[in-house]
C-alpha cells in the first residue's frame, strides 16, 4: 500500500472531470500522492475520463450525489482507499489551481511536524481548517475522535448540518485528540484576524493567488462573489503568465456554470466588511498586467 493517499471528492452528473480538475489531480499525483476520486452523481464514468485516469495513475469511483464532500471521502473510506496509508489527504473540486508549484507548500508543512495541516484555518464559528484541503500525518487520521466524525450518516446532512458536523465537527474533534494542527495561512497570525473573523478565501484571495501561500482560488468566488467584492472581475490578471494553469479554463466554467442562488443572502454590511479587507490585503499585490 502507498504511504500517501489524497481522497479527492468532485461532483460529475456526467461521469467527466473537467481540464482544471484533471489538472489539479495530476499535480497531486507528480506530489506523490496516489490519488482516488468520487465522481459523485456519475451513473457511469466518460471514455474521455477513464483514459485520462488511467493515463495518470488516478483511481475514479463512480457513487451517487449523496452527502456531499463527507458522503465522498466516507464511501472510499468505506472501500479500503485509504487502508495503511500514513498520511491521507482530503480534497475536493471547489477550488480553481494550483496557481504556482504546490510543492514547496507540501515540503514546508509536511517537515513542520504537525499531525494535521491545511491550506487555511480561520476562527469564524470556531477555529478549524477549511475542509477544501485537509491532510492527515503520521497515521493520526486513525485517532478515535477522527474516526467517530467519519461514521456519521452524512447522507441526511443538510448543507449546513455537514458544515457543523462534518468540517468544523472534524477540527473539534482533532483537538480532541490532541493532535497538533497547522496550516499555511491562519487568521491568527494577522493583524485583521484579532477584530473579525472572515472566508479568507474571500476576502483575501488576492494575497493568495499571487503570493503562492494559498495557491487557489474559490470557484464559488468567481461564479456566485457572495460578498461582491470588485476585485473578482479582474482574476485574469491574479494568474502569472508562467502559470501552467490556463485562464482558459475559468472561462470555460463560467460560461457554462450560473450563479447559485443563496438562501441567506449577505447584508450590506457583510459586503463593505470584505471589500474593506480585500482592499486593505490587496495593497502589495502584484498583477501579471
Known amino acids: 500500500m502507498p504511504e500517501q493517499v489524497c481522497l479527492f471528492a468532485a461532483h460529475t452528473p456526467d461521469g467527466r472531470l473537467p481540464p482544471w480538475t ?50 465522498a471521502w466516507q464511501y472510499l473510506l468505506h472501500n479500503g482507499c485509504a487502508d495503511n496509508a500514513s498520511r491521507i489527504l482530503l480534497a475536493n473540486d471547489s477550488v480553481f489551481g494550483p496557481l504556482s508549484d504546490p510543492g514547496p507548500v507540501f515540503r514546508k508543512m509536511q517537515s513542520s511536524g504537525v499531525d494535521v495541516w491545511g491550506m487555511v484555518e480561520t476562527r469564524a464559528i470556531t477555529p478549524h481548517l477549511q475542509s477544501w484541503f485537509v491532510c492527515f500525518e503520521h497515521g493520526s487520521f486513525l485517532a478515535p475522535a477522527v474516526q467517530r466524525t467519519f461514521r456519521q450518516n452524512f447522507a441526511d446532512m443538510s448543507r ?26 491562519s487568521d491568527s497570525h494577522v493583524r485583521t484576524g484579532t477584530f473579525f473573523a472572515t472566508n479568507p478565501m474571500h476576502s483575501h484571495w488576492r494575497q493568495f493567488a499571487t503570493s503562492g501561500t494559498v495557491p487557489f482560488i474559490k470557484t464559488e468566488l468567481l461564479r456566485d462573489n457572495p460578498f461582491r467584492l470588485t476585485t473578482a472581475a479582474r482574476w485574469k490578471k491574479i494568474i502569472s503568465p508562467s502559470s501552467a494553469f490556463r485562464p482558459e479554463w475559468i472561462e470555460d466554467y463560467l460560461r457554462s456554470t450560473p450563479p447559485r442562488m443563496r438562501m441567506t443572502p449577505s447584508s450590506i454590511k457583510g459586503r463593505l466588511l470584505y471589500n474593506l479587507v480585500d482592499r486593505f490585503m490587496g495593497i502589495n499585490v502584484r498583477t501579471s498586467s
Do not use: K
Not at 458544515?163 to 496550516?183: F, N, Q
Open 22 to 71: 484533471i489538472y489539479y489531480l495530476s499535480e497531486l499525483t507528480s506530489c506523490g500522492f496516489l490519488v482516488h476520486v468520487a465522481l459523485s452523481g456519475a451513473e457511469q464514468i466518460s471514455n474521455e475520463t477513464g483514459q485520462v485516469c488511467r493515463d495518470n495513475g488516478i483511481i475514479p469511483w463512480e457513487r451517487p450525489n449523496i452527502g456531499h464532500d463527507f458522503g
Open 160 to 185: 449546513e448540518e455537514l458544515i457543523w458536523h462534518g468540517e468544523l465537527g472534524l477540527s473539534v474533534a482533532c483537538r480532541a485528540a490532541e493532535l497538533t494542527m497547522g496550516a499555511c495561512w
